[in-house]
Nanobody
């Protein structure tokens, strides 16, 4: 079992940056592919990015390529999401998730464990 705790959200002006962190407890963090999703008010949950177990492979939502970067530090049991050039439409609750059996998936159904989310608000 993995427990995930996100941090790093907050209020930022458009054009600014934030780095989200997701700390995992439990064993074998490196055996999980990790992902970030978000849910904006009134919208469905949306895939943001995912990273393989070793960190050697990443996948991003097309609309976010070039602005967001996912990374992980297996020694620290942490996955990160660096968000640059933020826009008001990036406002959402951001969730990290862990997948035991799938890697490179953009489907939330392939993820087994979820954090509680962290709010990101981008003002115009």
């Amino acid at each position: 079992q993995v427990q995930l705790v996100e941090s790093g959200g907050g209020l930022v002006q458009a054009g600014g940056s934030l780095r989200l962190s997701c700390a995992a407890s439990g064993r074998s963090f490196s055996s999980y592919a990790m992902g970030w999703f978000r849910r904006a008010p009134g919208k469905e949950r949306e895939f943001v990015a995912t990273i393989s177990r070793s960190g050697g492979s990443t996948l991003y939502a097309d609309s976010l390529k070039g602005r967001f970067t996912i990374s992980r530090d297996n020694a620290k049991n942490t996955v990160y999401l660096q968000m640059n050039s933020l826009k008001p439409e990036d406002t959402a609750v951001y969730y990290c998730a862990a997948a035991k059996y799938y890697s490179g998936s953009s489907s939330p159904y392939d993820y087994d464990y979820w954090g509680q989310g962290t709010q990101v608000t981008v003002s115009s």
